[in-house]
């Protein structure tokens, strides 16, 4: 089990390609950016199909908590990138404000789910509408 372990944590990092121009990894940034728009967007359909009672608080934990690991594997793969200069420092920080934001706030719609609150979703989901149009601003920006 540990060799597998390690044999998936070597894929893993060998999938990240360095960043060698600012292009580069704006383009990175910018397919980071769209994949967890997707999420963003497939968590807030949910929040609106539990505000319409067609969805089941089982399926709404299954589907944050899964848009919840996406977002989190994007953010650590686009964070194990180095930044080749200044100009992608910034680039970084804009984008990584909104991915933690976006990762925050989808660990609070599924912790509200588990606890069978899925009358609060849409108050706590409340973030995600403005945080997913700076999420599509920035991959169209960088694409």
């Known amino acids: 089990m540990k060799r597998v372990a390690v044999l998936v ?6 999938c990240v390609s360095p960043s060698r121009t600012d292009r580069d ?7 980071s950016a769209k994949a967890v728009a997707s999420s963003v967007a497939t968590a807030l359909l949910g929040v609106q199909a539990a505000k319409e009672h067609r ?3 089982p399926y709404l934990s299954v589907l944050l908590a899964g848009t919840e690991e996406d977002t989190s594997n994007v953010q650590s793969q686009f ?11 910034e680039v970084r920080k804009k984008l990584d404000d909104n991915l933690s934001a ?12 588990r606890r069978g609150e899925l009358d609060q979703l849409e108050v706590v989901a409340k ?8 999420l599509q601003k920035l991959s169209e920006d960088w694409q």
Request: a negative charge; aromatic letters at 2%; hydrophobic letters at 45%.
């Open 9 to 14: 944590l070597v894929l893993a990092t060998a």
């Open 25 to 31: 990894y704006e383009l990175k940034a910018g397919n």
């Open 55 to 57: 969805a089941t608080g």
């Open 79 to 89: 964070d194990s990138v180095q930044p080749p200069s200044d100009h992608a420092d």
């Open 102 to 113: 976006a990762l925050d706030t989808l660990a609070e719609l599924r912790i509200t789910v």
């Open 127 to 134: 973030p995600l509408g403005p945080v997913l149009q700076e």
